[in-house]
């Protein structure tokens, strides 16, 4: 397990470097300038030239490396051994004033939105990407599991077709009509839930549900294939043999097995409902970190898109090893 | 089973734990929902609407435009009064004693020549740095460093980090003597203020007020700046305009600031006209899909929508009519007695239909032709025929695109900007188009005189013209508008059409590269005068997208420039209009802009319809509330209704 471990975070960084690479070199291409608005005042050629200067954005290689050193803590760690930092401070104390933040990783400014640093934008989105991501998961794995349960103990069943039924439209239906529709209904008409926004435990409700839906429809026929496959299985039997419960039987036994292609899923699920909410924190007004994806590329806000991209591949990184690793600890069996 | 469970219950609480530490801001007395994500609050930064709107907030110029009256009276805002030179060069301002930083300090003129300077370095990206360079020497200042950087970044490959060090901080004591010996802005003493102009521009006060020209506060500000020593421009360090440490001199001052989430605004103790305001704090959450803006209006969460872009906004506009309808004698009556429109609004019965408001707007949507002899791709482009030009804006049915496609009463577009707009100038009559034809008769003759037109300019047969192409990007709702103007040429003139339809980075790329035939773009004013539009056809103008060149043009803008006298003045810029929009139509005009709101008559007040649609939200008072005043705010002298 320790080697698995060891082996994954060795690999980590030749793989964020890979995705670095192909990342900026894919952004670079995109058309437009990035200190370009897409609507009304433009900044004049000289502007453009000297903003171009100063952020590197005339040479690909020069940013290629400036942003890799900045972004990774080599410019922290030489400006700290040069003794920059030392003299900055000072400076800071003698004028009387708080030095300016620096970051260790610095992941640099948004072209787009001027007074923010990139760090400052994913301290503030990623813990409310994560937590919606991971509540939309639990509820997906509540309702998934329930429903495939209910599925599998008597297939072809009134009740087994409802919840194919549900599962179907969760797959379906696209996630701004449900989110419209719970706001509407939930909001709107009958006043449960805020109409969007962050900050309340009551406000997670109606976008983790909306989230959850097409991964509780996945989750729910993983666990309806594996229940049935479990339950003709033989040791099922000697379990019923044994005169246990049915319940005991269901829960304890079958799940155990059939739980575990859902626990294989549930590392690109996670992932992926951390990054794929862009739809759920437009409708929901959601400070997520989904959008800065989608906006970043549409500005070419190079610095954004690379900041995001290099936490988001971190993340999924440590994620597949965080499943790797709860797979070994439920089950045994694999080595 | 434990092992199972163990994790998700540790999830359940982490979860827990990170949505309960983080706290909503507390209700305000105001909320609102701005057009988009505030991006800066640089005063000299900015060019977005809602930048500018909340800075308005933030900050106060030397003067301010009163958006309650009619004519948009310039009334003392810093400065308590000022002296100009008959001639409309010289300006002298004297600051008030009262006026404050919201720490207590006194604002100088000095930190208005900072902050002015800021905007005039090429490094600062100031999106206005054009207008800062009317004032006499600016433009040099701007153009001389500019150059000495670019030389500086050159010469900086061969120094040593030493070198740089001293070097680059040479450079900028070298920038910090040239402006002050070449740039006609000084402040003669703590609240004196004065400028030379380069040219008579009778403007300039109106300017002194737009918030861009705002003062910083030195101190804080010049301790972000460094100097950096591998370009020798001046890098600003980001972290200035977030609370606590923005220190502002306006209405408001900025207690909360949450990337994509809301700014949160208390009155400003330390503002010297505090006892005007009727409201203590200000909310502005993020809200950004277009439903859910109108949603959050209607479960009472926020008071005022500032942009309404739902596509049902139609049918809201279509039952507000049907509610005006309903109470029709009473309407009249109310319009009678000279009473602005949301005046009316409030005095109607109460009805969520009346909530909704279509305001005509300082923005004009158009279709740009490109001037340019050949294409970027080296074919021949017909459109450089002036012929040709006028031809296509005649067939043009402008009437059926505002009521058939853009459906929200849009006014059909015959000039440059709206009528209304510029005190004490009017613009010419422009080029009839297809819907100005009462009869089929008129429509007829519209469509031959294009014809023949086309046939002067060598095109006898319009079907074998080369296939038009027009330019738009794919979101926004341009497409519909694309398509009928597709119609309209086929069917009028019957030649071929093709839609290119750009993403809109693309897009941009292709307008400012003249890769295009015809392209879709719009602008809003920025100030109130004439050539706020008619620098945009200039050789040269750096958003002349057209490549329209005219030398009479040109000429008549300069003659402007040096005219002193303002009667004469707009009477060239009029002459100037009539050009462009009678005979040589770099540009056609479709629509002016309309904007749509959505608040409460019987609870808000102090939003005013003035076609500029500035919105100054320290007059707002939320009715009822049992602070401020509680009255109903009309916009003073009636003529707008």
């Known amino acids: 397990m320790l080697g698995l471990i060891l082996r994954r975070l060795i690999q980590l960084p030749v793989i964020i470097l890979v995705i670095y690479t192909i990342t900026l070199t894919l952004s670079w291409a995109i058309p437009g300038n990035p200190l370009e608005k897409p609507e009304g005042r433009q900044p004049s050629a000289e502007v453009i030239e000297a903003m171009k200067r100063q952020y590197k954005l005339d040479s690909f290689p020069a940013f290629y490396t400036s942003y890799l050193t900045s972004a990774t803590g080599l410019d922290y760690l030489g400006d700290t051994l040069s003794g920059k930092r030392a003299r900055e401070r000072e400076q800071a104390e003698a004028a009387g004033v708080a030095p300016p933040t620096t970051y260790v990783f610095n992941l640099g400014p948004s072209l787009q939105y001027n007074d923010w640093n990139v760090n400052e934008i994913v301290a503030d989105a990623l813990p409310v990407s994560v937590v919606l991501g991971l509540t939309a998961i639990l509820i997906a794995l509540v309702i998934g599991i329930t429903a495939g349960v209910i599925g599998a103990v008597k297939p072809n069943s009134i009740a087994d077709l409802a919840t194919l039924m549900v599962a179907l439209i969760g797959i379906s239906l696209p996630s701004f009509v449900v989110g419209t529709l719970l706001l509407l209904v939930f909001a709107v008409i009958f006043p449960i839930f805020p109409v969007g926004g962050w900050g309340k435990l009551s406000g997670l409700v109606l976008p983790a549900t909306t989230l959850s839906l097409p991964f509780a429809a996945y989750i729910a026929r993983l666990t309806r294939m594996g229940m049935i496959d479990a339950l003709t299985a033989d040791y099922i039997r000697t379990a019923r043999a044994k005169g246990l419960s049915e319940m005991t039987v269901l829960l304890k036994h079958a799940l155990k097995n059939a739980f575990l292609p859902v626990l294989s899923y549930l590392g690109p699920a996670t992932a992926y409902a951390m990054t794929g909410s862009f739809v759920i924190e437009k409708v929901f007004s959601i400070p997520g970190l989904g959008q800065h994806f989608v906006n970043g590329v549409l500005n070419k806000d190079l610095f954004l898109i690379m900041g995001v991209v290099l936490i988001f591949a971190t993340m999924l990184v440590l994620f597949n090893l965080a499943v790797d690793v709860l797979y070994r600890w439920v089950d045994p069996r694999i080595s | 089973m434990l092992k199972l469970i163990l994790p998700f219950v540790l999830l359940f609480g982490s979860i827990f734990a990170v949505v309960a530490s983080d706290q909503p801001d507390p209700p305000a007395d105001f909320t609102f929902i701005n057009r988009g994500d505030v991006t800066t609050l640089d005063p000299q930064r900015m060019s977005w609407m809602q930048d500018l709107r909340v800075a308005r907030l933030l900050f106060e110029p030397l003067v301010r435009l009163d958006v309650m009256t009619t004519d948009y009276q310039i009334v003392p805002g810093v400065a308590e009064r000022w002296e100009i030179s008959e001639d409309f060069k010289e300006y002298t301002f004297h600051l008030r004693e009262d006026a404050k930083w919201s720490n207590g300090k006194p604002v100088t003129a000095q930190q208005f020549v900072y902050a002015w300077r800021r905007a005039l370095l090429p490094e600062t990206a100031a999106d206005y740095t054009a207008l800062f360079q009317i004032i006499d020497g600016a433009k040099d200042f701007f153009e001389w460093r500019s150059e000495q950087t670019r030389l500086y970044s050159i010469r900086a490959r061969d120094l040593t980090a030493e070198q740089k060090q001293i070097e680059s901080k040479k450079l900028w004591d070298e920038a910090a003597t040239y402006f002050d010996e070449h740039v006609a802005l000084k402040a003669v003493d703590d609240r004196t203020l004065t400028m030379r102009l380069e040219a008579s521009t009778p403007y300039w006060l109106d ?29 600003l360090q980001l972290g200035w305009t977030k609370p606590p440490l923005l220190i502002s001199n306006g209405p408001f001052v900025l207690e909360n600031w949450r990337f994509k989430r809301s700014l949160f605004l208390r009155a400003n103790p330390e503002w010297w006209a505090k006892d005007t305001l009727d409201i203590d704090t200000i909310a502005i959450p993020s809200v950004e899909d277009a439903n859910s803006q109108v949603l959050a209006f209607e479960s009472g969460a926020v008071q005022w929508v500032s942009d309404v872009t739902a596509d049902y906004r139609i049918q809201m506009l279509a039952d507000k009519k049907a509610f005006y309808d309903e109470n029709r004698e009473q309407y009249e009556e109310l319009k009678a007695q000279g ?3 949301f005046a009316i609004d409030a005095a109607l019965p109460d009805d969520p239909r009346k909530n909704v408001h279509a305001l005509a707007a300082f923005g004009t949507y158009w279709y740009n032709f490109n001037c340019k002899p050949t294409l970027a791709d080296g074919r021949e482009n017909p459109f450089h025929d002036a012929r040709v030009r006028r031809a296509f804006a005649m067939c043009i049915d402008k009437q059926r695109i505002c009521d058939d496609v853009m459906r929200i009463g849009t006014p059909v577009a015959s000039n440059m900007f709206p009528p209304g707009a510029i005190a004490g100038y009017e613009s010419p009559k422009g080029l009839k188009c297809i819907s100005d034809a009462k009869t089929p008769a008129e429509k007829q003759a519209i469509i031959d005189e294009a014809k023949a037109l086309l046939a002067e300019a060598g095109y006898p047969n319009p079907a074998e013209m080369p296939r038009i192409e027009l330019l738009f990007n794919s979101d926004g709702g341009h497409g519909l508008v694309a398509q009928q103007l597709a119609k309209d040429w086929e069917e009028f003139l019957g030649v071929r059409t093709f839609l290119a339809q750009k993403e809109i980075k693309v897009y941009k790329d292709d307008l400012k590269k003249q890769n295009f035939m015809t392209g879709r773009a719009g602008w809003f004013a920025d100030y109130a005068d004439p050539t706020t539009f008619l620098d945009l056809n200039r050789t040269g103008d750096g958003n002349n997208d057209r490549a329209y060149s005219s030398p ?6 300069d003659q402007a420039k040096e005219e002193t006298d303002p009667e004469k003045r707009m009477a ?26 959505l608040f409460d008559p019987d609870e808000i007040t102090g939003i005013s319809l003035h076609p500029r649609l500035q919105q100054d939200l320290f007059n707002i008072d939320v009715l009822g509330d049992g602070k401020g005043r509680d009255e109903v705010k009309h916009i003073r002298n009636k003529e707008l209704n």
């Open chain 2, 552 to 557: 009479v043009y040109d000429g008549l803008l």
């Open chain 2, 207 to 235: 300017l002194c007020g737009f918030i861009v020209f705002a003062p910083v506060y030195e101190p804080l500000v010049s301790q972000y700046e460094q100097i950096d020593p591998d370009t020798g421009m001046i890098k």
């Open chain 2, 572 to 597: 060239l810029l009029a002459e100037a209009e009539r050009l462009i929009m009678g005979e040589d139509l770099p540009l056609v005009p479709l629509y002016y802009y309309v904007n749509i709101y």
């Open chain 2, 339 to 341: 009473l602005d429109a």
